[in-house]
């Protein structure tokens, strides 16, 4: 079972404890986290970094609810041609939406995620974020369908609201390295025995609040339960794990997600 593995995913509400169990198809299977906050920073970062400071609104196209077409685009960034071009065009429809605190569409999403999956040429990828919607599991699909790949199972983790917005409000994250930390289950390491503490602030992040997270717990439902059921019917193969173990550790962790996926757990 599982043998020459395309991809996987790792599915659940904000906070359930989505990465402890990606971290054990990562470990087992070779596997790279392909996750949707990284894809809109890194094409967002290309953007930035491409130092446009024009007002963005020239782009869009009222009268037909989109964006100009891309070559327009390239044109009147003078990158027509330049090995980024394309990359730069979805940061800056990323930008758009968000610095106007809009939801992004999921046409754009998608765009940004088939671009990073086609980097990796659509295999060896730990899905994480996506997809959030039913249309963006539809797209997904198709998408893997016409490039003859496969995802090879999906782990759904499950857990209680409650048990999520106690666990969250205990989250902490490196500010350089961006590692998380979990103040009663994984304190952060004491910064005289740390050179990366010695640099930043373990801090809680700025969405890690009880309204923010009830809004993302209700996104869920409302939009992600619908893409899961799509899924589902596609028949894709899915394992319902924990997120919420009495006894917390690495290695309870790993074994839990094995035992169910019908892989012999690690022993020792």
Known sequence: MFSNVD??????????????????????????????????????????????????????????????????????????????????????????????????????????????????????????GFPRTEEQARFLTELLKREGVRLDAILLVENEDELIINRTMGRRICKSCGELFHMEFRPPPDERKNECLKKCNIVQRSDDNVESLKKRLAEFREKTLPAIEYLKSAGIPFYAVPGNLPDYSPERVENSVLEIMGIEPVTG
């Open 7 to 128: 991809n996987m995913m790792v599915m659940g509400k904000s906070g359930s404890g989505k990465q402890p169990r990606a971290d054990v198809l990562i470990r087992r299977f070779g596997l790279k986290q392909l996750s949707t906050g990284d894809i809109f920073r890194h094409y967002l970062g290309l953007f930035n970094a491409f130092g446009y400071e024009g007002d963005l609104n020239r782009f869009y196209d009222t009268a037909a609810d989109d964006f100009i077409p891309d070559e327009n685009i390239k044109e009147q960034l003078a990158i027509t041609g330049t090995p980024d071009a394309d990359a730069i065009v979805l940061g800056l429809k990323a930008k758009y939406y968000v610095e106007q605190g809009l939801f992004v569409p999921d046409r754009i999403t998608n765009a940004l995620f088939e671009s990073a999956f086609r980097a990796m040429n659509f295999k060896g990828a730990v899905l994480d």
